[in-house]
């Protein structure tokens, strides 16, 4: 009984030190072969964010060969969605633990029922959601160039992979956007031009004016 105790005061000392931080938050979607994790790297660069990837997090939680990895290394292995409150408690621990208190997560709502846990444990509503647009066409192009080699890169896999992307996190996108809270980047340009529309929303309003 005590633990369960302990894991609820611990829970709560995690979620009250996340409301004293008071971190800024974007989420980035997009899916496979947007070019996301490009983007992401550039903002870190330029703007002083760090980089939180839900699947980076879940990887070394495994790795790390804790009770907590095996659990999802094995939901993992019978082909299980690792449930939300697992993600959530890593991405709780990474900005906690990190000193910055902007962060961009990436990979993550991956779907409606992710979105409303994370807005609920952390208490955390995101400043803005970042998405990647890119159509279908372009993103099967980059990836079957890309994936040279590696055994998912067949067509009927990479279709597979949109088509979850697409029927779980269009519902996150859709609810965001009655929140006015989600931007659209047309991410079928080059890298560079996608950076530069990147840049426009990140840069103040201030700082627009004095370039």
Same mark, same amino acid.
Request: charged share 30%; aromatic share 8%.
């Given at each position: 009984?005590?633990?369960?105790?302990?894991?609820?005061?611990?829970?709560?000392?995690?979620?009250?030190?996340?409301?004293?931080?008071?971190?800024?938050?974007?989420?980035?979607?997009?899916?496979?072969?947007?070019?996301?994790?490009?983007?992401?790297?550039?903002?870190?660069?330029?703007?002083?964010?760090?980089?939180?990837?839900?699947?980076?997090?879940?990887?070394?939680?495994?790795?790390?060969?804790?009770?907590?990895?095996?659990?999802?290394?094995?939901? !993992?292995?019978?082909?299980?969605? *690792?449930?939300? #409150?697992?993600?959530?408690?890593?991405? $709780?621990?990474?900005? %906690?633990?990190?000193?910055?208190?902007?962060?961009?997560?990436?990979?993550?709502?991956?779907?409606?029922?992710?979105?409303?846990?994370?807005?609920?444990?952390?208490?955390?509503?995101?400043?803005?959601?970042?998405?990647?647009?890119?159509?279908?066409?372009?993103?099967?192009?980059?990836?079957?160039?890309?994936?040279?080699?590696?055994?998912?890169?067949?067509?009927?896999? !990479?279709?597979?992979?949109?088509? *979850?992307?697409? #029927?779980?996190?269009?519902?996150?996108? $859709?609810?965001?956007? %009655?929140?006015?809270?989600?931007?659209?980047?047309?991410?079928?340009?080059?890298?560079?031009?996608?950076?530069?529309?990147?840049?426009?929303?990140?840069?103040?309003?201030?700082?627009?004016?004095?370039?």
């Amino acid at each position: 009984m005590g633990t369960a105790v302990e894991a609820a005061n611990k829970q709560e000392a995690t979620g009250s030190a996340l409301t004293q931080k008071k971190p800024k938050v974007i989420f980035v979607l997009g899916g496979p072969g947007s070019g996301k994790g490009t983007q992401c790297a550039n903002i870190v660069e330029h703007f002083g964010y760090t980089h939180l990837s839900a699947g980076d997090l879940l990887r070394a939680e495994i790795k790390s060969g804790s009770e907590n990895g095996t659990m999802i290394q094995n939901m !993992i292995k019978e082909g299980k969605i *690792v449930p939300s #409150e697992v993600t959530i408690k890593l991405l $709780e621990k990474a900005i %906690s633990e990190n000193e910055n208190d902007k962060f961009l997560i990436d990979g993550f709502p991956r779907n409606e029922e992710n979105r409303a846990a994370f807005e609920s444990v952390t208490g955390i509503v995101p400043e803005f959601v970042l998405f990647f647009d890119c159509p279908e066409e372009e993103m099967e192009k980059r990836l079957l160039g890309r994936n040279q080699g590696r055994e998912d890169d067949n067509i009927d896999t !990479i279709r597979k992979r949109f088509r *979850v992307y697409m #029927e779980s996190s269009l519902p996150v996108i $859709e609810y965001y956007n %009655s929140k006015e809270k989600v931007r659209k980047i047309d991410a079928a340009k080059p890298v560079g031009e996608v950076f530069e529309a990147v840049k426009a929303l990140f840069t103040p309003v201030n700082d627009k004016a004095a370039t």
